[in-house]
């Protein structure tokens, strides 16, 4: 069955230091892999996405994720966090022989401590 | 950019009666939208796939009769809680994908549903 596995509940960095938030997926075709962000009480917002081609894909904010086939991963990182990070990030993959179904991991609550 | 706008954003409301959400796209036709659930401090859970002009597909455990679900046109789908009783207290977030089959998920900003 297919699965995204967050690791870190919870992870606290202090503001302008690096940020990698982990992400594993078991899945058997080729992945569509995706970052969201939630600030508390709203929706999801699109970060970034990886369908194919580069391993290396960009987002918005500054943030970045690289499609890592070998370790089934795909970690987020950014490399001087704001206060304004502060929030809940999901990964997901989806499930496109199913119309764009998606599977979200447990999230991690990120803190910025100034 | 591609926007889903949800309403109401906040809704208590007593034990036993009905409650709808609807989800909209704003400025793109949406034939399929997806309705999640997240508990506190959880991840999103998918309940359903609205599909425009037919059946919703539920995904295994949700009770159909408990959420209705209607998408009437290529913008709304909606989502009733029927007869709602206190576990149903949740937040509901829709989404809708912009183009077709690969293309990411918008997501409306979510419903806090309180039944007390």
């Known amino acids: 069955a297919q699965s995204v596995t967050q690791p870190d509940i919870h992870i606290t960095v202090s503001e302008g230091a690096s940020l990698e938030l982990r992400c594993n997926y078991s899945y058997g075709a080729t992945p569509y892999l995706f970052w969201y962000v939630q600030s508390p009480g709203q929706g999801l917002q699109l970060l970034l996405k990886y369908f194919s081609g580069d391993t290396l894909v960009q987002g918005i904010k500054g943030f970045e994720a690289e499609f890592k086939r070998s370790q089934s991963s795909f970690n987020l990182r950014k490399p001087s966090v704001h206060w304004s990070d502060a929030a809940e990030y999901f990964c997901?993959?989806?499930?496109?022989?199913?119309?764009?179904?998606?599977?979200f991991g447990a999230g991690t609550i990120l803190r910025v401590k100034s | 950019g591609a926007v889903v706008s949800q309403h109401p954003s906040r809704v208590i409301c007593k034990s036993g009666t009905s409650v709808k959400i609807e989800c909209r796209s704003l400025d793109f036709q949406a034939t399929t939208m997806f309705w999640y659930r997240q508990f506190p401090k959880q991840s999103l859970m998918l309940m359903a796939t609205s599909n425009e002009g037919s059946k919703a597909t539920y995904e295994q455990g949700v009770e159909k009769d408990k959420f209705l679900i209607n998408h009437a046109s290529l913008t709304l789908s909606t989502l009733t809680v029927t007869s709602a009783h206190p576990e149903d207290s949740s937040f509901y977030i829709c989404?809708?994908?912009?183009?077709?089959?690969?293309?990411?998920?918008?997501f409306g900003n979510g419903t806090r549903l309180t039944v007390t």
């Open positions: 997901a993959v989806g499930l496109m022989e199913y119309g764009n179904k998606l599977v």
């Open positions: 989404s809708a994908p912009e183009t077709g089959v690969g293309s990411p998920l918008h």
